[in-house]
């Protein structure tokens, strides 16, 4: 079975400083990661995922994460937090070699960006 | 944006009443997934589609039957509404089996029994 852990329900950051929402995860095999954002009564959007290659990914809106095999953990990271950064962030995993049932996510971390 | 719209967006019921939530895409996505979030437990897979008339439960299915008789089109019942129910649906695609896993997310219905 495939788990997550988002071990933060909330984190608070000053608008300019770095953020780091924390996420570790469980595979059998091998994982794919991704992280979505949640913005008040919207659905979740893309952000960005970990498939393979370079452990640090890029995604949308400055966003970033590492991955990291040994810690088993995928923290996602913006080295100057905007105000707009404030929404619900999910961390999600599935097995590489994983049938249909879609993807295994956490329960959310609330961040806030403080003016 | 993969299309994804679900219908209805809001919906108050009594207990014991049915009620079926539709989700419409325009993707000819493969796989499609009803999920429910609840504050404390995030997401969780309710049925899974991963083909026309091909369904399969996930972790918190009881109460909930879907079907699928078109590829665009994934239906979530509940026969007998119950306040446990109470809750955001969400509908979700993906493109295929060999494909990253990648899910692309409706808007949400939200469903309050009373």
């Known amino acids: 079975a495939q788990s997550v852990a988002q071990p933060e329900d909330q984190v608070n950051v000053a608008e300019g400083n770095p953020l780091t929402v924390k996420c570790t995860y469980s595979?059998?095999?091998?994982?794919?990661l991704f992280w979505y954002v949640q913005y008040p009564n919207r659905g979740l959007q893309f952000l960005l995922k970990y498939i393979t290659g370079d452990n640090l990914v890029k995604g949308s809106y400055g966003f970033e994460a590492e991955f990291n095999k040994s810690q088993t953990s995928f923290h996602l990271k913006k080295p100057s937090a905007l105000v707009s950064d404030s929404a619900l962030y999910f961390c999600a995993v599935r097995d590489m070699w994983g049938g249909a049932d879609g993807l295994t996510f956490g329960k959310g971390t609330h961040l806030i960006i403080q003016p | 944006d993969a299309g994804i719209t679900q219908s209805p967006r809001h919906k108050v019921t009594e207990t014991g009443t049915p009620v079926t939530l539709r989700c419409h895409q325009t993707e000819n996505h493969r796989y499609m997934y009803w999920y429910r979030q609840d504050p404390g437990h995030g997401l969780r897979l309710i049925h899974y589609?991963?083909?026309?008339?091909?369904?399969d439960k996930g972790e918190v299915s009881d109460g909930y039957s879907v079907s699928r008789s078109k590829t665009e089109d994934f239906l979530l019942t509940l026969e007998s509404a119950t306040s446990s129910q109470t809750s955001v649906y969400f509908c979700?695609?993906?493109?295929?089996?060999?494909?990253?896993?990648?899910?692309?997310f409706g808007e949400g219905s939200r469903l309050t029994v009373l």
């Open positions: 595979v059998s095999g091998n994982p794919y």
């Open positions: 979700a695609t993906s493109r295929g089996e060999w494909s990253t896993g990648e899910l692309f």
């Open positions: 589609s991963y083909g026309v008339k091909d369904t």
